[in-house]
């Protein structure tokens, strides 16, 4: 069906021509000056730790930061709870630049790591995978119980968009989230996989590396799981998916387990919250044209940029990014009344 795009975009993202690049927006949201800035955000954040148990015993870390801690005339009391993207965690660098950019605003934010990710692979000992979301909308129930906010927001960059999408869409009115924010999330997985083996050759390999270092890391605290031996065998991003999902997931392909996270047809129907879902149509890993999969719910809002990259969107040579702001605006427009 056709695709919706919000009119409520106060600004719309136009790089500077340096930087209007794909490959180069994509590139600067982990590193460079970005990079550079989040090690130093890290140093000054005066970040708690957290184990968060869920009912089901599963252990997810998360850090979190107080906007009171900037000694700002004013905190909103109101937190936002910021998922990574996959094989990102807490301390990657747009989890922390954003963080420290809400923070400045206002909100408290929680940075919270999916199981396996953010040096958590001793907590829990089933590998970690993509339909996983009981446990992180329980981890954050389990948070929420605690921490008493009036208001609570979801974001998440890339997986982590499509979790807090499919979270906003299951259980928001139970969590008491007032409203979601999706930048760039797989929504056909199975075609995403298909664009990323077909795009850049440096992103296959940089997805390659961070999960077979995470599956060596699993076999280091769990060796009975065996995980050595497949790994020796793996060349490629497909071989760990044809190796590793049929053997250590419930899914016997690659291909339906794929399937079983996809935001494609009515699996957003359950909105009752205010969700975005924002994105770039020159994303080299993951294809625009799959949000016209979606069976659009009324409480989904679309935004699509011309530029960004995967989950850049790059405004100036220190590598700010324009989501950040456009995070706060968003947030702010639901805090009022």
């Known amino acids: 069906m056709p695709v919706a795009v919000s009119t409520m975009t106060k600004k719309v993202f136009s790089p500077p021509l340096i930087l209007k690049n794909a490959h180069v927006q994509s590139i600067l949201n982990s590193v460079g000056p970005r990079k550079y800035r989040a090690k130093k955000i890290a140093k000054k954040l005066a970040s708690r730790s957290l184990i968060l148990t869920t009912?089901?015993?599963?252990?997810?870390?998360?850090?979190?930061?107080?906007?009171?801690?900037?000694?700002?005339?004013?905190?909103?009391?109101?937190?936002?709870?910021?998922?990574?993207?996959?094989?990102g965690s807490s301390q990657s660098a747009y989890q922390l630049t954003t963080a420290n950019y809400l923070l400045r605003h206002g909100y408290d934010v929680l940075r919270l790591n999916l199981r396996d990710h953010g040096e958590s692979h001793h907590l829990n000992k089933e590998m970690f995978n993509s339909t996983m979301i009981d446990e992180v909308g329980d981890a954050i129930a389990s948070f929420l119980s605690e921490y008493e906010y009036p208001?609570?927001?979801?974001?998440?960059?890339?997986?982590?968009?499509?979790?807090?999408?499919?979270?906003?869409?299951?259980?928001?009115?139970?969590?008491?989230?007032?409203?979601?924010?999706?930048?760039?999330?797989?929504?056909?997985?199975?075609?995403a996989m298909s664009v990323l083996n077909n795009s850049l050759f440096i992103y296959e390999r940089y997805f390659f590396r961070r999960w077979t270092r995470s599956i060596k890391k699993k076999q280091k605290y769990f060796p009975d799981d065996g995980f050595g031996v497949e790994l020796k065998k793996v060349k490629t991003l497909?071989?760990?998916?044809?190796?590793?999902?049929?053997?250590y997931t419930s899914f016997d392909s690659a291909q339906s387990y794929f399937s079983a996270y996809a935001l494609t047809g009515d699996r957003l129907k359950g909105l009752a919250v205010p969700a975005y879902l924002i994105a770039s149509k020159d994303d080299p890993i993951l294809p625009v044209a799959d949000i016209a999969k979606i069976i659009k719910p009324e409480n989904l809002i679309i935004e699509i940029q011309d530029n960004g990259g995967h989950c850049g969107f790059i405004q100036d040579l220190s590598a700010h990014s324009w989501v950040e702001q456009r995070l706060v605006e968003i947030f702010d427009s639901h805090l009022i009344g």
């Open 55 to 87: 009912s089901m015993n599963v252990r997810l870390t998360a850090e979190l930061d107080h906007s009171k801690n900037l000694q700002l005339k004013s905190s909103k009391n109101a937190v936002i709870i910021l998922l990574h993207g996959w094989e």
């Open 151 to 191: 208001a609570a927001f979801l974001a998440g960059f890339s997986l982590g968009g499509n979790f807090t999408l499919r979270i906003a869409a299951d259980r928001a009115k139970e969590l008491n989230i007032k409203a979601a924010i999706g930048i760039c999330p797989p929504i056909d997985p199975n075609n």
């Open 238 to 247: 497909d071989d760990v998916n044809k190796t590793f999902i049929p053997k």
